[in-house]
């Protein structure tokens, strides 16, 4: 005998797969390979505000999509109405390809313009590291 139909509303469907929100976005050639990569600040729980102290990650990835490198979760909200305060574009809250100082461009990310409130990760030939970060 078979079990009798269940509703549809009732039935585990399991776990769904994964619609990043991007939050902020950038792209350059990061880690020297002559190709440009997308570098992205996406939303781990689909909350598209990027005010809130809500999971989110760094995340490098390349054309054809596939993620090269990923940061643990954080939630540090980002200000972007503070954007007016910054000196220059690369210090508005979000991610930045900047001009780095070695051999490879720095991946900066700006929580609070002006605030000094960042942290610049850098390829350093086999993954991306953490190279500053300001209070």
Aim: proline letters at 9%; a negative charge; charged letters at 25%.
């Amino acid at each position: 005998s078979e079990p009798p139909a269940r509703d549809p509303d009732e039935v585990e469907w399991g776990p769904q797969a994964e619609i990043p929100v991007i939050l902020f976005v950038d792209q350059g050639d990061v880690n020297g390979d002559g190709r440009v990569e997308q570098v992205q600040i996406v939303s781990s729980d689909g909350n598209g505000d990027p005010t809130t102290s809500t999971p989110r990650r760094f995340r490098v990835v390349d054309d054809a999509g596939k993620t090269l490198f990923q940061t643990d979760d954080f939630t540090e909200p980002f200000l972007p109405d503070l954007d007016h305060l910054a000196d220059h574009p690369a210090n508005h809250a979000g991610i930045h390809v900047v001009k780095g100082s070695g051999r490879w461009p720095d991946i900066r990310i700006v929580f609070a313009p002006a605030s000094g409130n960042f942290v610049v990760f850098r390829f350093d030939g086999s993954t991306y590291r953490a190279v500053e970060a300001g209070d």
